[in-house]
């Protein structure tokens, strides 16, 4: 059974790069057909996808994200990360990875970021 | 990009039935399968649908999923409703360029 952890700050200033990593357990990031996932949800709102990458590295972002978001993967340390650039008060939320397929398979508990000065 | 329209709530008494619907705004829903999450307040979103109409193992036979092409949308159905279902549920479904798409989800309220 897959186990995801985030980590990361969790103030971040505004127009700063919001970045945070994902360690899995349980699996290894790159032996199994999985994609690799961020979602985010600010407080009191819906789920949104922020983006993915596959096992073999291949990236997909979300078209409303894409110009501000970096995801890689660090199989060495069986970990994937997120870049957030030049983020405003509208990226305050909670942070989730998730592995997927189709659907959203596994998650992490999700990790509070707040942008803030 | 498409988008999958939910009903901002939904409310039921307990044993009752209630279905939340999802449109998909552009492409078939038929084309690629739904998902549905249930997420309680603080937890993480867990699945109780997939692939339109799958149950994962440990979720109750009262949750059923499925698709209408008629209507471009898909339905979580949930009989005999007690109130520890009462909580968020999100559709989720993706486009062929590798996009995935959450509903604005539903709360369910069971009084």
């Known amino acids: 059974q897959l186990q995801l952890q985030e980590s990361g700050p969790g103030l971040v200033k505004p127009s700063e790069t919001l970045s945070l990593t994902c360690t899995v357990s349980g699996g290894s990031i790159s032996s199994s057909s999985y994609y690799w996932g961020w979602i985010r949800q600010p407080p009191g709102k819906g789920l949104e996808w922020i983006g993915s990458?596959?096992?073999?590295?291949?990236?997909y972002y979300n078209p409303s994200l894409k110009s501000r978001v970096t995801i890689s993967v660090d199989t060495s340390k069986n970990q994937f990360s997120l870049k957030l650039s030049s983020v405003t008060a509208a990226d305050t939320a909670v942070y989730y990875c998730?592995?997927?397929?189709?659907?959203?398979?596994?998650w992490g508990q999700g990790t509070l970021v707040t942008v803030s000065s | 990009n498409f988008m999958l329209t939910q009903p901002h709530s939904v409310s039921e008494s307990p044993g009752k039935t209630v279905t939340i619907s999802c449109t998909r705004s552009s492409g078939s829903i038929a084309s690629n399968y739904v998902q549905w999450y249930q997420q309680r307040p603080g937890s993480s979103p867990t699945t109780v649908i997939y692939?339109?109409?799958?149950?994962p193992s440990g979720v109750p036979d009262r949750f059923s999923g499925s698709i209408d092409s008629s209507s471009n949308s898909a339905s979580l159905t949930i009989s005999g409703l007690k109130t520890e279902d009462e909580a968020d549920y999100y559709c989720?479904?993706?486009?062929?360029?590798?996009?995935?798409?959450f509903g604005g989800g539903t709360k369910l309220t069971v009084l």
């Open positions: 989720q479904s993706y486009d062929s360029s590798n996009h995935w798409v």
């Open positions: 692939e339109d109409n799958q149950r």
């Open positions: 990458i596959y096992y073999s590295g291949s990236t």
């Open positions: 998730a592995s997927h397929k189709l659907g959203f398979d596994y």
